[in-house]
């Protein structure tokens, strides 16, 4: 599992089709040139900063061979005028690489853009890497990979116990079970550990605050 990787979604196949005529028409985002683009404002100046893009990919693995993955890239814009970026998805394993996706996008000035793109897996039994590649308007080019295996199996799910919820109230004292202590952040730090062992890799956090938040937040509805 790569360090803290939390979710709320396992991404399942959605393409449908329709026949007219004896003709298969797919939706549009089927090809291999589809990118989502969405535009958030940068919240934390100092993230923005310190890199400008980040890569993960939903689930984060291991997957079947009956769904399809979600590759996002956060690309940060900290400047005063918008930059221009291409952007490139593709797989890489021992058989070679094939691409996923490629595009173009437009940040604008203080922004941080959200690039999106699915990919089945029903051809990369095995290890596999997905791969990014995003290249700047002067030309800069920067890369990341994301180790995924790939395993064959009858069902979209893999039969193993992968996820699991935590709930952070169980850091407060006195909340849902009795302590003899307060508790520290080694005890929340222990609790994914043992996750892990038993080969969970997905985390669902029920609630973020109770009473304010449990990390600091600007986020205004949390009482920040």
Not at 87 to 109: C, K, L, N
Not at 141 to 167: E, F, H, N, S
């Amino acid at each position: 599992m790569q360090t803290n990787h939390f979710t709320t979604r396992v991404i399942l196949p959605v393409i449908g089709w329709l026949v007219v005529a004896g003709t298969v028409i797919l939706p549009a985002w089927a090809g291999k040139t589809m990118l989502d683009i969405s535009y958030f404002p940068i919240v934390s100046e100092q993230q923005s900063v310190a890199k400008q893009c980040s890569f993960t990919v939903v689930p984060p693995g291991p997957v079947t061979d009956k769904v399809d993955i979600e590759a996002r890239l956060a690309v940060f814009n900290n400047s005063d005028a918008a930059r221009d970026f291409s952007v490139a998805f593709r797989w890489v394993s021992a058989g070679g690489d094939e691409p996923i996706a490629t595009g173009h996008v437009s940040v604008p000035p203080r922004k941080v853009a959200l690039v999106r793109t699915w990919a089945p897996t029903t051809q990369h039994v095995g290890a596999n890497e997905v791969v990014f590649r995003l290249t700047d308007e002067s030309g800069n080019v920067q890369q990341g990979r994301w180790p995924l295996q790939v395993v064959a199996c009858d069902t979209p799910a893999l039969p193993l116990l992968q996820g699991g919820w935590i709930d952070l109230g169980f850091l407060s004292p006195g909340v849902a079970c009795a302590r003899t202590r307060v508790p520290t952040e080694q005890d929340a730090r222990a609790a994914i550990d043992a996750m892990k062992r038993i080969g969970m890799n997905v985390v669902i956090i029920t609630y973020v605050e109770q009473n304010g938040p449990y990390y600091p937040t600007k986020i205004k509805e949390l009482g920040a």
